[in-house]
């Protein structure tokens, strides 16, 4: 990556949970090189968040109903990006990273990652609205772990996100 970003990341709070159902409906047990390419691109996804807002394929979302106001009052901005998911067929082919952004913080919170395959259209309102609440008190410290395992655990820290641009 060129340039530096003054943003960082935060994954929220359920962001993992996400990662392990995708991996789990997509994948299942047997297709460990499906959930190893699928890890390394997702890393390679929320890296290219920190390029903020060069980012290619994100397009703005309405955030769900009831709660949309209040948070964007605060300065937080609901994002889509689509990838095509590695190893899948059909409508698990077709991935989407939700994400929020509070300019004046500069954080970026990845909140959920799924496909078409568990929601044909995107995350159904009320558990979207908890991701959203939960994503906009966030602590808002970057946090994001080296990969322990090719299974669930994620992305890179921001200190070395930084030292690879």
Not at 30 to 51: A, C, H, M, R
Not at 54 to 69: A, C, D, H, M, S
């Amino acid at each position: 990556m060129s340039g530096s970003s003054d943003y960082h990341l935060e994954l929220g709070p359920k962001f993992q949970d996400s990662v392990e159902s995708l991996q789990r409906e997509t994948y299942g047990r047997s297709n460990k090189k499906g959930i190893v390419e699928f890890n390394e691109l997702l890393k390679k996804l929320l890296l290219s968040l920190l390029e903020w807002p060069n980012v290619l394929r994100v397009r703005k979302e309405p955030f769900p109903p009831l709660i949309g106001e209040g948070v964007t009052e605060s300065g937080w901005t609901f994002h889509k990006l689509e990838f095509p998911t590695p190893r899948a067929d059909g409508p698990g082919r077709c991935g989407r990273l939700m994400f929020m952004v509070h300019k004046g913080d500069q954080l970026i919170v990845p909140i959920a990652v799924y496909t078409h395959a568990q929601y044909p259209g995107r995350i159904p309102p009320g558990p979207l609205k908890d991701l959203v609440l939960a994503a906009s008190q966030s602590q808002r410290n970057p946090v994001i772990a080296e990969p322990a395992e090719p299974a669930p655990a994620l992305a890179v820290s921001a200190t070395k996100a930084s030292d690879e641009k």
